[in-house]
């Protein structure tokens, strides 16, 4: 039962009751429940494995604890470029300056170690060569142990931090524009819990401000009972454009919203119990969204949950001088740096503003979490708020270096930009069912004997994937345009490719009709096999370093890589018909790349599937 719903509740029993304190009480209650299941779960954070026990990454760090030891020098152990023969590169350039024997000293040093194959010095960097057969066994070994863990670490030593992510506005159903903040939050989520951090997903709901206000007064004007009752949100979005219309000829129209929203704040029982009716309808609607994406966010709290923090804020940004009082009866903040701009927090008619509501909940959610930090997955276009949030902030004595703004850029289709003033919305809801359906096509094309169950089941996954993935691959600070032909593609760079490439490794596996485990010794490998180990071996960094960037791209670009070479892999090497060697070796692979296809995938909440 959400919070909204346990109000409707209650208000039922007692029309006279103090909602937005009986919200907060309720919040609180809902926020314990969440951390203490979170606590619950710190046996399996605990067993996650060490990031230093992955065979690759423990390499890099004794060869450069060595560096240094012999050096006094800290350096970055790179991946060296496609075109050269190894598998690492130690920039010198420094020590170059000391003469070329120097450098031929410390290869020589790296080159005993029993891990390598050789060294060579080549333009200022140290070239080195892991031994294929020991960086195949080691990583095989452990990834056969570590299973659906792989990749996994328990470097965040159960650290919790608060993702804000979604938050999708009240009454107003979810865009195609929500999209980038519901599935980066939700990946960031998957990749920070995957390297050991407690997170509690924050659904920041916009139910609260004057555009409510101007929602009640549309809605008492002009509502349409019977397309109200058969599809509320489309009715309230029709309202909503409507009453911007109609201030336009009317400006009026602007103060009676104004005049509403006082109302609801100040508990207008008839107003707070529409304005419940239609955050109830809301979440029910966002649920479905939810469901379809296969997710699901820890805490949905308002902006109304902080309604009875604003007095307590807002004397304390007064008292601090932060903020000050104009002769109008309106309350702003005025930097000192004038390089940020000043802002109101509340307006002359009283009436408050969402950045006061923003500065109440920093505050809160401090306190109530205790949070290492406080992610916002919020747009790039709201980049100044959050420069002037976290300025406010820091003086009113808070530590700024615990909240973080991840911007992303706009989505659009080719058709241009969307604008819910203007009634240019593309519902979320309609474009995962197109997805769907151009997944059905697709597996119905490539797969004439499946079941009909099975082709809703990959039409689910594929059509769902295809959308995630499209905005997954992209770095989150560009500005994209969402393209089916792109995220449908076969070819490659989309969830189908490399959901197809998870299901031909099935599909191996299921035709060689024997458990397939890690042989004692690897048969003899070729390039195409050795490329594949070194790009098996090298995901638990591609993990960390997402995580490390907030860059859920990192990963889907490694995935498409991994399913590139395992294609090559696929149409040059046998591996069924190979002699029994190889085919053993080969079937592990294999497995292996099955494994880590599937690992990434889930990180960005895209499904796998064994028959595509």
């Not at 955050?279 to 308002?302: P, R, V």
């Not at 490329?531 to 090298?538: E, T």
């Not at 002699?579 to 790349?593: C, Y």
Request: aromatic share 8%; charged share 25%; hydrophobic share 40%.
């Amino acid at each position: 039962m959400t919070i909204y719903e346990k109000l409707q509740e209650e208000l039922v029993k007692n029309p006279a009751l103090d909602v937005f304190a009986r919200e907060l009480e309720l919040g609180k209650e809902e926020i314990q429940r969440v951390l203490t299941k979170k606590e619950e779960q710190s046996e399996a954070w605990l067993a996650l494995p060490d990031f230093e026990s992955y065979p690759l990454v423990s390499f890099k760090s004794q060869i450069g604890d060595f560096v240094a030891s012999e050096t006094n020098a800290c350096v970055k152990i790179e991946k060296p470029p496609e075109q050269i023969d190894a598998d690492l590169a130690i920039p010198c350039f420094s020590l170059m300056a000391k003469g070329k024997e120097t450098v031929a000293k410390l290869a020589d040093g790296i080159k005993a170690y029993p891990f390598v194959a050789d060294t060579s010095v080549v333009g200022g960097y140290i070239n080195v060569q892991l031994k294929a057969d020991v960086l195949v066994q080691e990583t095989l070994a452990v990834m056969a142990e570590q299973g659906n863990s792989y990749g996994a670490s328990n470097d965040g030593a159960k650290k919790l931090v608060v993702m804000d992510y979604s938050h999708p506005n009240i009454s107003k159903p979810m865009s195609f524009g929500h999209l980038r903040s519901t599935i980066i939050g939700a990946s960031l989520k998957r990749i920070y819990e995957f390297c050991g951090f407690h997170v509690v997903g924050v659904n920041h709901l916009g139910d609260f401000g004057t555009q409510f206000g101007k929602l009640l007064y549309a809605f008492s004007q002009w509502k349409d009972e019977q397309a109200f009752a058969k599809e509320p949100m489309k009715e309230m979005l029709r309202l909503y454009v409507k009453f911007h219309e109609e201030a336009k000829q009317n400006p009026e129209l602007e103060e009676k919203g104004r005049e509403m929203f006082q109302r609801l704040e100040k508990g207008d029982a008839k107003l707070v119990e529409q304005w419940i009716a239609f955050c109830l309808l809301s979440i029910k609607d966002f649920q479905k969204t939810y469901d379809a994406l296969g997710m699901n966010i820890d805490l949905a709290l308002g902006e109304s949950f902080y309604e009875t923090m604003l007095a307590d804020t807002l004397k304390k940004l007064l008292d601090k001088t932060i903020a000050v009082q104009n002769e109008d009866g309106s309350v702003a903040v005025n930097f000192a740096d004038e390089s940020l701009p000043s802002f109101l927090l509340k307006k002359k008619d009283g009436s408050s503003l969402y950045i006061l509501r923003d500065v109440a909940a920093a505050g809160f959610r401090l306190q109530a979490f205790q949070p290492e930090t406080i992610i916002y997955v919020v747009g790039a276009e709201q980049t100044l708020h959050f420069r002037q949030l976290f300025k406010t902030l820091g003086l009113l004595g808070y530590n700024v270096a615990r909240f973080r703004h991840d911007p992303f850029g706009l989505v659009s289709l080719p058709e241009g930009k969307m604008s819910t003033r203007e009634g240019r919305v593309v519902f979320l809801e309609d474009v995962l069912a197109e997805a769907k359906t151009r997944a059905r096509a697709i597996a119905e094309e490539k797969n004439s004997e499946l079941s009909e169950s099975e082709k809703e089941k990959i039409a689910e996954a594929v059509g769902v994937g295809a959308v995630i993935y499209s905005d997954l691959s992209q770095s989150r600070e560009k500005n994209i345009v969402f393209s089916w032909e792109r995220a449908m593609s076969l070819d490659g760079d989309s969830a189908p490719y490399i959901q197809y490439g998870y299901a031909r490794a099935a599909s191996i596996m299921r035709k060689a009709g024997v458990e397939v485990t890690l042989p004692e010794r690897m048969s003899k490998l070729n390039e195409r096999e050795k490329k594949l180990v070194r790009l098996l071996a090298r995901f638990p960094e591609v993990v960390a370093q997402a995580r490390e960037h907030d860059a859920p791209h990192i990963i889907a670009g490694f995935l498409n890589t991994l399913t590139q070479e395992f294609n090559r892999f696929y149409a040059q090497d046998p591996v069924l018909t190979a002699d029994e060697q190889t085919k053993n070796s080969r079937l592990a692979l294999v497995r292996a790349v099955a494994q880590v296809l599937k690992n990434g995938l889930s990180l960005l909440g895209i499904g796998v599937l064994e028959r595509m």
